[in-house]
């Protein structure tokens, strides 16, 4: 089997080439190195990439998920995993347009490769928990010992994807997220593509470069 992982040099991207690797798959990345460029050296990722060619098989490209050069790789894999994105909040409200380039039309252009050239292979795009906006604030929460918990004992393991898009306050980073999100979904249902999305919340790990304005878990650890 053959898969492209985007972003993949970043958090989740450098953990799924490992796994695929592992599993025997021949793994291709892609990565430009963006995170870098938008967070300076401490966020940089490119030594990641550097770290995992010495350790294991994967052919990678120094390369924008918005390159029509990707079309040759898209056209090869069984499978594309897309965890490229512009990741911040804050930066998003100073990069509007760069962010939706990043998020919505890069997620876009993928999708349409894919319905263009490689209609069979599945799609799995990593989107966010950001997508519902401050949705949840809306919501009757009580204090239990050093926690909230929601009033409604039905909430009590999480909200599902039910909860609303609207009506609430988002930044410009969960709006791209959502449009790129939907594109998924409705790729599958306009067009027979084989997608999947995974709304993660708040995911961190050792390959973290964490900054300021992103991936704050770590970030409070390394000020410490």
Not at 51 to 75: A, F, G, S
Not at 136 to 149: C, D, H, L, Q, T
């Amino acid at each position: 089997m053959r898969i492209l992982i985007t972003g993949g040099a970043g958090l989740v991207g450098s953990k799924c080439c490992k796994l695929f690797v592992e599993k025997g798959w021949k793994v291709i990345s892609v990565d430009n190195y963006m995170r870098g460029k938008l967070f300076g050296a401490e966020g940089d990722t490119k030594q990641t990439m550097i770290m995992l060619l010495k350790e294991y098989n994967i052919e990678h490209h120094e390369l924008d998920i918005r390159d029509e050069r990707i079309i040759p790789l898209i056209r090869r894999v069984d499978v594309v995993i897309h965890t490229a994105a512009q990741p911040s909040h804050p930066k998003s409200i100073e990069i509007p347009i760069e962010d939706f380039q990043i998020n919505a039309y890069g997620t876009l252009f993928l999708l349409e490769a894919l319905r263009k050239y490689n209609k069979d292979a599945v799609f799995i795009f990593c989107s966010t928990n950001k997508v519902y906006g401050d949705a949840p604030n809306y919501f009757s929460y009580k204090k239990v010992r050093k926690r909230f918990e929601p009033v409604d004992s039905s909430l009590w393991n999480g909200f599902d994807e039910t909860l609303r898009i609207d009506r609430c306050m988002h930044t410009p980073f969960d709006v791209s997220k959502v449009a790129a999100d939907l594109y998924t979904q409705e790729y599958a249902r306009l067009y027979g593509l084989k997608t999947g999305v995974f709304r993660m919340s708040c995911i961190t790990g050792e390959m973290a470069k964490a900054v300021e304005i992103h991936n704050w878990e770590p970030y409070f650890v390394k000020r410490l």
